[in-house]
């Protein structure tokens, strides 16, 4: 890892960043391109052809190689620990869960639909018991049927939290809040299914009981982590090389960081899954060093899309604007950019030092690092998605973000470092990813306006793909002294626990693959949480969520920089294609297809 602290490789990032929000500028009042973006003579859909709504879906055809590219592995395949949302939209190609999202364009895409199971849950007990039938003909890619044993073996994984760190901890702690489940590899029952929370009668039956009632329960069942594993294919840690396929693909060869090939389950059987369409014959993904490599192969053609769903970078943007306009779409992302301030690193343990880099942060010029307003997003003053229920967008701006500080309030900012005993300033690093140049242009904009206030702030640019290591582990935070930590994230399910418990709640902190990486040990907050999680009606909830997004930034744990938006693209080759709130946004990976499979 390298200090960034080039000042001519600063000016010609920032200048790529300005050069792209001026020529989105234009290119959203319709200028920019010969051909005003409705298609071209190479074949491509038009420009936001395929924003919340289908793209050439009548050109679909079965066969051919689906060809992914990324700057960035994921995290973990194995679905227990994976948390990537590229991850989760992939994984529905070799994992099944009892309901899953519809693969639909737009808003109906986070509307849930059954999968392995025959329908949505049969709720009783007031909200705490959750019955499931499974479907007939569900199978492993070696044949074997998929049973209820395998469904709970799946998510009893989830305990197992010392050998597989990593992804979302929801069912661990709505099932078990007590942990006197320790997981199955400690399970001293015979056939290791010891979890009393979940009663498997038969193979075709599953039935969950809770302690308590949880409002978002069946939401957090469609998540990835509530897989089926069966149990002789479970290599541990190893799972993750390997995971064993219960999807219309199976794994064919993976090496990490470098390549992963998807190909047809042969034992996969249509009239099973009312999902997935399964139109290519093969699947690949391609790991390149840097995301400017991976936007020229994709502009170049030798790839269909970007796994990583978040955006081209300044350099291939501005190509792809001037002269393939029609192979993009520019969707508004379920994702916040911000800054994180970790309470273990001084002198961020004092919320005054904390206000004086919100205060003195350019947040013009950090959306003009990100894009601007067209691929960048809208100003971000708060630290809960507008679209999610109790969001308030930035009618809720306590900072003065996008009003009269939006270019920096120094007079506020030098206040607060007064008020926190450091009024000449303080040193400190920022940590960011150096996979992603974007995030890296955030930085620097970041930098150049703190110094501004007497902050002097350091880059460190680590491994993108080790983040769970790295900025996940407070003690390597606090040993490399990582003050304000650069990062984006995006709701698991379309609520406030679903986007925010990981971050905000104290319960959450862990050793490894951290996510709350402020380190927010607050009452009031971890007491809001379990409020929402057994309030039954929708006015209730919004009402909780707007409380805990106020507490929240009221600590000031965190910087926002954008309410996402991103320039995407798709190549000309792609068919049934489609932005969905359930990938927050982004393509829905599940039943893409060619137009010309032999291509």
Sequence with gaps: MTTQRTTGRRKQAFAAAAAVAALLTTAACGGGDSDNGKGSATGAAGYNAANEKVAQASLAKKGGTLKFGGAQDADFWDTTRGYYGFMWNFARY????????????????????????????????????????????????????????????????VWAQ?????????????????????????DTSKDKLGLKAIDTPDDKTIVFHL???????????SLVSASPVRQDKDTKAKYTLHPFSSGPYKFESYTPGKDLTLVRNTEWKQASDPIRKAYPDKITVKFFSDANQLDQRLINGDIDLDINQTGMSPQGRTTALKEHKANLDNPTTGYIRYAAFPQNVKPFDNIECRKAVIYGADHVSLQTARGGPVAGGDIGTNMLPPFLPGGEGQKYDPYGISGAGKSGDVAKAKEALKACGKPSGFKTTIAVRNNKPVEVATAQSLQASLKKIGITADIDQYDGSQSSGIIGSPTNVAKKGYGIIIM?????????????????????????????YALI??????????????????????????????????????????FEKTINWRSDNLANVYTSAGTNGTYDFVNLALKNPKK
Excluded: C
Aim: proline fraction near 5%; aromatic fraction near 12%.
């Design 211 to 221: 302690p308590k009632a949880n409002s978002d329960f069946e939401e957090i069942l």
């Design 521 to 562: 040990k607050d009452k009031t907050i971890d007491g809001l949480f379990d409020s929402y999680v057994t309030t039954l009606d929708d006015a209730g909830k919004a009402k909780i969520a707007t409380e805990i997004n106020h507490k929240v930034m009221e600590g000031a744990y965190y910087l926002p920089f954008t």
């Design 94 to 157: 070799y994992s099944r869960q009892l309901v899953t999202n519809k693969a639909e364009p737009g808003a109906a895409g986070s509307e849930l639909t059954p999968d392995l199971a025959t329908g949505l849950a049969k709720v009783t007990d007031d909200g705490k018991t959750y019955t499931y039938t499974l479907r007939d003909g569900s199978t492993w890619e070696d044949g074997k049927a998929i049973t209820s044993k395998d469904i709970k073996y799946g998510i009893e994984r």
């Design 162 to 186: 010392d050998v597989l760190s990593g992804g979302p901890t929801y069912l661990k702690d709505i099932l078990d809040p007590k942990g006197d489940y320790k997981g199955p590899y400690k």
């Design 488 to 516: 984006g994230w995006g709701a698991d399910f379309p609520s406030v626990q679903g986007f925010g418990l990981p971050l905000w709640d104290s319960k959450y902190i862990a050793q490894s693959a951290n996510n709350n």
